[in-house]
């Protein structure tokens, strides 16, 4: 006999279980990888929908010295270097951050409302409708390069619409994976599957860098085709939780061959067709396995007075206790730590969010790229995110204090940014290492907020097992968070017209206030003899 294949002997391995884990892990992955995805191509695109219009400003500078070139100038404005509309004004800034807040601003206003009705939906079927129209609106937006629409209100009418849609995204996902894995190393699960985010901005930028030069439109066209097509895979294969599959297991598990028959003869040998009443203190079943001196009615079958053969039904009861209700917003609220980490989130997402969305713009600034360029080298801030999120997962378990390790990264990282803003003038080298340091610091507290901190308040011991208020937390945490994310990059377009100095000098006093909302937890787990999960340590009601 052959010896098994040492990849099969892998395979065979895993129980059931397992593989499903294993499933939910990747496809929840791949799912919210796509969010991000067709989030990213808005800030590759704005260094090619003003890139002409600095051109022209140089242009007419040396024109206002040399005189007699203006009327030439006006028309090579007009037709060619700044030929795309709206964007060919000097407030072309402030127009591009009007943009990123009016989608973030609808997603932070969504996400309070997403958390209350994913609760009460299917999050399949909710997910599902979320992925399909988010791809519609983003296609629609790269649909105004290709039939030339030159409408400001066109776009943010996508933006809004988009952001909107966009938030039922996070609290599905993170409800599914925390459905499928427990509170053991969930801090090392959720760093490594949170990882998402910083892929789906990778692939994004890539994506869009690739078309942003020629055709602009197909860098949001085919990242929204990407997310419709997941949302698809979605429908057909995501299950929400173990419990679902017990059906079909016992379906599974029920004979399909012959089915045995029993005669029935009657009752206590009666065979005409009666309807007996018992009194509740005189009920006694007549069947051997039933439970005796039942207090309950009840009553016996009609039967015909000949002999029928019945067959017998392999019958699976599956014992299901009642649902708990949903919790409330204010009943969320009210879970210790909710607050505190969802003001944290709210900083420490503004500064995650200008980086998103104006980074490679600065880049292209500073190092004097071009879009695609500065496109790609914007990737590294996400590969950094990736190293600093899995990093914080594992301290985090390995120390029990979530609150602390989110601190300490966050002190880190404001002199971290105040170096980059330096060091990003003396070449690629420099910038490359700070993208990385810059990634890790800034993402990684943002990545166990949102996932871990996430799941270990939304089944915190205060709710007393009810296990449907993890929507509700998640979205709590990340709608006050996204507050943020929408007022980052609109700061960041108003004070970007001043000098760059004064947007890093604004990134730096939001790490010290997100490290501010997080010194009442922080005291709290020092001041614990045993260091123990979060989710385990009780902490002080508001």
Same mark, same amino acid.
């Given at each position: 006999?052959?010896?098994?294949?040492?990849?099969?002997?892998?395979?065979?391995?895993?129980?059931?279980?397992?593989?499903?884990?294993?499933?939910?892990?990747?496809?929840?992955?791949?799912?919210?990888?796509?969010?991000?995805?067709?989030?990213?191509?808005?800030?590759?695109?704005?260094?090619?929908?003003?890139?002409?219009?600095?051109?022209?400003?140089?242009?007419?500078?040396?024109?206002?010295?040399?005189?007699?070139?203006?009327?030439?100038?006006?028309?090579?404005?007009?037709?060619?270097?700044?030929?795309?509309?709206?964007?060919?004004?000097?407030?072309?800034?402030?127009?591009?951050?009007?943009?990123?807040?009016?989608?973030?601003?609808?997603?932070?206003?969504?996400?309070?409302?997403?958390?209350?009705?994913?609760?009460?939906?299917?999050?399949?079927?909710?997910?599902?409708?979320?992925?399909? *129209?988010?791809?519609?609106?983003?296609?629609?937006?790269?649909?105004?390069?290709?039939?030339?629409?030159?409408?400001?209100?066109?776009?943010?009418?996508?933006?809004?619409?988009?952001?909107?849609?966009?938030?039922?995204?996070?609290?599905?996902?993170?409800?599914?994976?925390?459905?499928?894995?427990?509170?053991?190393?969930?801090?090392?699960?959720?760093?490594?599957?949170?990882?998402?985010?910083?892929?789906?901005?990778?692939?994004?930028?890539?994506?869009?860098?690739?078309?942003?030069?020629?055709?602009?439109?197909?860098?949001?066209?085919?990242?929204?085709?990407?997310?419709?097509?997941?949302?698809?895979?979605?429908?057909?294969?995501?299950?929400?939780?173990?419990?679902?599959?017990?059906?079909?297991?016992?379906?599974?598990?029920?004979?399909?061959?012959?089915?045995?028959?029993?005669?029935?003869?009657?009752?206590?040998?009666?065979?005409?067709?009666?309807?007996?009443?018992?009194?509740?203190?005189?009920?006694?079943?007549?069947?051997?396995?039933?439970?005796?001196?039942?207090?309950?009615?009840?009553?016996?079958?009609?039967?015909?007075?000949?002999?029928?053969?019945?067959?017998?039904?392999?019958?699976?009861?599956?014992?299901?206790?009642?649902?708990?209700?949903?919790?409330?917003?204010?009943?969320?609220?009210?879970?210790?730590?909710?607050?505190?980490?969802?003001?944290?989130?709210?900083?420490?997402?503004?500064?995650?969010?200008?980086?998103?969305?104006?980074?490679?713009?600065?880049?292209?600034?500073?190092?004097?790229?071009?879009?695609?360029?500065?496109?790609?080298?914007? *990737?590294?801030?996400?590969?950094?995110?990736?190293?600093?999120?899995?990093?914080?997962?594992?301290?985090?378990?390995?120390?029990?204090?979530?609150?602390?390790?989110?601190?300490?990264?966050?002190?880190?990282?404001?002199?971290?940014?105040?170096?980059?803003?330096?060091?990003?003038?003396?070449?690629?080298?420099?910038?490359?290492?700070?993208?990385?340091?810059?990634?890790?610091?800034?993402?990684?507290?943002?990545?166990?907020?949102?996932?871990?901190?996430?799941?270990?308040?939304? *089944?915190?011991?205060?709710?007393?097992?009810?296990?449907?208020?993890?929507?509700?937390?998640?979205?709590?945490?990340?709608?006050?968070?996204?507050?943020?994310?929408?007022?980052?990059?609109?700061?960041?377009?108003?004070?970007?017209?001043?000098?760059?100095?004064?947007?890093?000098?604004?990134?730096?006093?939001?790490?010290?206030?997100?490290?501010?909302?997080?010194?009442?937890?922080?005291?709290?787990?020092?001041?614990?003899?045993?260091?123990?999960?979060?989710?385990?340590?009780?902490?002080?009601?508001?």
């Amino acid at each position: 006999m052959a010896a098994i294949p040492p990849g099969i002997r892998l395979l065979v391995s895993f129980n059931r279980d397992q593989w499903y884990r294993a499933l939910t892990f990747i496809l929840t992955f791949l799912l919210y990888t796509s969010f991000h995805l067709s989030r990213k191509p808005i800030s590759i695109v704005k260094s090619e929908l003003h890139k002409n219009c600095s051109s022209v400003s140089e242009l007419e500078t040396m024109a206002s010295s040399g005189g007699g070139q203006q009327p030439s100038l006006q028309s090579l404005h007009t037709d060619v270097d700044c030929s795309w509309k709206p964007f060919d004004k000097r407030n072309y800034k402030q127009l591009l951050g009007a943009m990123d807040y009016s989608f973030l601003c609808a997603y932070a206003v969504g996400m309070y409302l997403s958390g209350i009705i994913g609760e009460r939906l299917p999050i399949r079927l909710y997910l599902t409708f979320g992925m399909l *129209t988010s791809g519609l609106f983003t296609c629609l937006f790269g649909l105004g390069y290709i039939y030339n629409i030159h409408s400001l209100g066109f776009y943010v009418f996508v933006q809004v619409c988009n952001g909107l849609v966009q938030t039922t995204g996070w609290p599905s996902v993170v409800t599914c994976i925390s459905n499928w894995f427990g509170k053991g190393r969930r801090g090392l699960i959720m760093g490594l599957w949170n990882s998402h985010t910083s892929v789906g901005n990778i692939l994004g930028s890539l994506i869009a860098g690739y078309w942003v030069s020629s055709n602009w439109g197909m860098s949001f066209i085919v990242p929204g085709i990407v997310i419709a097509a997941m949302g698809v895979v979605c429908f057909f294969f995501l299950i929400e939780h173990p419990n679902d599959l017990k059906s079909i297991h016992a379906q599974n598990s029920s004979p399909t061959t012959s089915v045995p028959a029993k005669c029935w003869n009657g009752v206590n040998g009666q065979t005409e067709m009666y309807l007996q009443y018992k009194d509740k203190t005189q009920a006694h079943s007549y069947f051997t396995d039933s439970v005796q001196n039942r207090k309950s009615y009840d009553t016996e079958l009609l039967l015909p007075r000949d002999s029928v053969c019945v067959p017998v039904q392999p019958v699976v009861v599956v014992k299901r206790e009642s649902e708990p209700s949903a919790i409330s917003f204010m009943g969320a609220l009210r879970i210790p730590g909710v607050i505190e980490f969802s003001l944290c989130l709210l900083f420490a997402k503004l500064v995650s969010y200008t980086f998103l969305f104006w980074l490679p713009l600065y880049i292209t600034k500073a190092a004097h790229l071009d879009a695609k360029k500065a496109g790609d080298l914007s *990737t590294l801030f996400d590969v950094g995110g990736i190293v600093g999120g899995i990093l914080a997962g594992v301290i985090s378990d390995k120390l029990g204090k979530r609150a602390t390790t989110c601190a300490v990264m966050l002190l880190l990282s404001a002199p971290t940014l105040y170096g980059f803003s330096m060091i990003s003038e003396f070449g690629l080298g420099p910038t490359i290492g700070m993208l990385l340091v810059c990634g890790g610091l800034v993402n990684g507290p943002y990545s166990l907020i949102t996932t871990a901190v996430s799941a270990d308040l939304g *089944t915190h011991k205060s709710l007393k097992g009810n296990a449907r208020a993890l929507s509700t937390v998640t979205a709590i945490i990340d709608g006050t968070g996204s507050v943020g994310a929408a007022l980052g990059p609109l700061l960041a377009g108003l004070l970007s017209a001043g000098g760059w100095d004064q947007v890093f000098y604004m990134l730096m006093t939001a790490d010290f206030f997100a490290l501010l909302f997080l010194l009442r937890l922080v005291t709290k787990e020092l001041s614990s003899s045993k260091s123990r999960p979060i989710s385990t340590v009780e902490l002080k009601e508001h």
